[in-house]
């Protein structure tokens, strides 16, 4: 079997950064042979949240997971990435539409 790739995702708890974590997970982005390293990057009020993902990626059957990190700090997340996916922006403010993004 292939070495596992890192794969950094930022926002992940969020709704995109959800979605395609699964489908990394499972091998659709890089294929059904190669392994991969969830390094998951959130901000501070949502670390709850990415805990939930990463029980809910833990508890699926993806044998091409071969680990994952969970953090709030960039230069952490990114320690080693071999691909990085930027997903998400800012969360919206009260009273803000998603146009105002």
């Known amino acids: 079997m292939n070495a596992p790739v ?17 489908r990394i997970a499972s091998g659709s982005m ?7 390293i969830l390094q998951l990057l959130e901000i501070p009020p949502a670390m709850g ?4 993902v990463a ?3 833990n508890d699926g059957a993806f044998p091409l997971l071969a680990g994952m990190t969970l953090s709030d700090d ?8 071999n ?16 146009k105002d993004l």
Not at 8 to 13: E, K
Not at 83 to 97: A, F, H, N, T, W
Request: glycine share 16%.
């Open 74 to 81: 960039p230069n952490a997340a990114f320690d080693g990435a």
């Open 49 to 52: 949240a990415l805990e939930g």
């Open 30 to 36: 890089l294929g059904p042979d190669q392994p991969v």
């Open 6 to 22: 890192r794969v950094a995702v930022t926002g992940a708890a969020g709704q995109i950064g959800y979605s395609l974590l699964f």
């Open 55 to 57: 029980m809910e990626l």
């Open 83 to 98: 691909i990085g996916m930027l997903v998400g922006s800012r969360p919206r403010s009260k009273g803000m539409e998603r």
